[in-house]
């Protein structure tokens, strides 16, 4: 076996043994009988919630512990294979063996990324909120251009996006904007990408085509099923209604169907006028405030509060997490993890995974937020 394959095979069966260690082997494949009996019980069905709950736990482990097992047997059948081939002589097994081996490897670095995926919401759906910062028509802009990143994003990931609501700029882009993406570890992907995003280009929308820095900030937080207990009273939040201000027929646009609720002792706020009735989006909005109150608990448990905080105050310099840079050269830099990409316009069509793989690695492993300037 040639030194290049045989380290790539050490690197392989040593990163299946974290794989294992890192799923708790032992006790998941007992945790995986215990609930594959219980799913041959009919009386499991009485609760249909709980039933719910334990069959999509059978599922996420059922496919952890499959995708492990896979990856041990075709990395053996292939290290067979090029014994074999190497002993007959035959080396077109041996070149198919090889390539069959880099993409056990490629699949070992994606199942070591998953994997970071373990926290308690990492699986649910997402609200993804964009905010334009100062500086106008250009702040508004970008907005609009990182809202579209996002959606192709959850495009290319094969997940579906709902506009929940959307207030537009002045000239252009937008104010704000809310996005519920809905897919497998959608939570887990996006809730990197929350902080304050920088860009630097020559402005549209200037006549004399000056370079202008325009920020935006990003608020990522998971959508919680019905097993995960919020409760918040109505004396604990100011309702407002108001006017629909997006596209949408003359109905919402003449009537008072979008809701705005205000938490009033964190001051977190959360606003709907996806649909025509201000009952749904009522029911969707109390919905978000449920997610943003879950979600700082899970920021405390994390005890990443003082960092998110940092990330979320001011819409300005010395917060960004990531630089966007058109003009006068072209490179987008995540701030946190040193990430490069020399092609933002690929970058802001939604190629976006080696930055969250990263900034997910980062966030497990810790390390201090370093914060730069791009020129």
């Known amino acids: ?16 043994s974290l794989l294992r260690r890192h799923l708790d082997w032992d006790q998941s494949l007992k945790r995986l009988d215990h609930l594959n009996q219980k ?17 999509r736990e059978r599922q996420h482990l059922d496919e952890a512990v499959s995708s492990i097992k896979r990856l ?17 002589g035959d080396s077109e097994i041996v070149t198919e063996a090889e390539t069959a081996i880099r993409g056990i490897r490629a699949d070992v670095d994606k199942r070591q990324i998953e994997a970071l995926l373990a926290g308690e919401a990492d699986a649910n759906d997402t609200y993804v909120e964009v905010h334009s910062g100062a500086g106008g028509t250009e702040s508004q802009d970008w907005a609009a251009m990182l809202l579209r990143m996002y959606m192709r994003w959850a495009d290319r990931s094969k997940m579906k996006v709902e506009v ?17 993406i809905k897919g497998h570890n959608a939570y887990g992907w996006m809730k990197t990408e929350s902080g304050v995003h920088r860009l630097v280009r020559i402005s549209p929308y200037d006549s004399q085509a000056r370079r202008h820095t325009s920020f935006a900030s990003v608020w990522v937080y998971p959508v919680i099923d019905d097993t995960i207990q919020i409760d918040v009273s109505e004396s604990d939040v100011r309702i407002d ?10 109905h919402v646009n003449t009537t008072d169907s979008a809701v705005r609720i205000t938490h009033i002792a964190t001051g977190i706020v959360v606003q709907c006028q996806a649909e025509r009735s201000q009952h749904k989006n009522r029911a ?22 003082s960092a998110e905080a940092a990330s979320k105050t001011d ?17 987008v830099k995540d701030l946190r993890t040193g990430v490069e990409s020399t092609s933002p316009q690929d970058v802001l069509d939604g190629y976006l995974d080696e930055f969250m793989e990263a900034a997910l690695a980062h966030r497990v492993h810790g ?8 020129a």
């Open 241 to 250: 209604t108001y006017r629909a201000s997006g596209a949408g027929g003359q």
């Open 367 to 374: 390390g201090d937020l370093e914060v730069e300037d791009i």
């Open 1 to 16: 076996m040639r030194a290049e394959i045989e380290t790539m095979v050490d690197e392989i069966k040593q990163a299946i």
């Open 72 to 88: 041990d047997q075709s990395l053996s059948d292939n290290v067979e294979l090029i014994a074999m081939g190497e002993e007959e």
């Open 39 to 55: 799913a041959e019980d009919p009386s499991i069905w009485e609760d249909a919630a709980e039933a719910q709950k334990l069959m």
């Open 315 to 331: 819409i300005g310099w010395g917060h960004q997490i990531r630089s966007y840079v058109l003009q006068p050269y072209q490179l």
């Open 284 to 305: 969707t909005a109390w919905n978000m405030l449920r997610a943003r109150l879950y979600e700082a608990e899970l920021e405390r448990r994390e005890e990443e509060a």
């Open 164 to 180: 929940l609501e959307e207030h537009a700029g002045e000239e252009a882009g937008i104010k704000s904007a809310t996005l519920l």
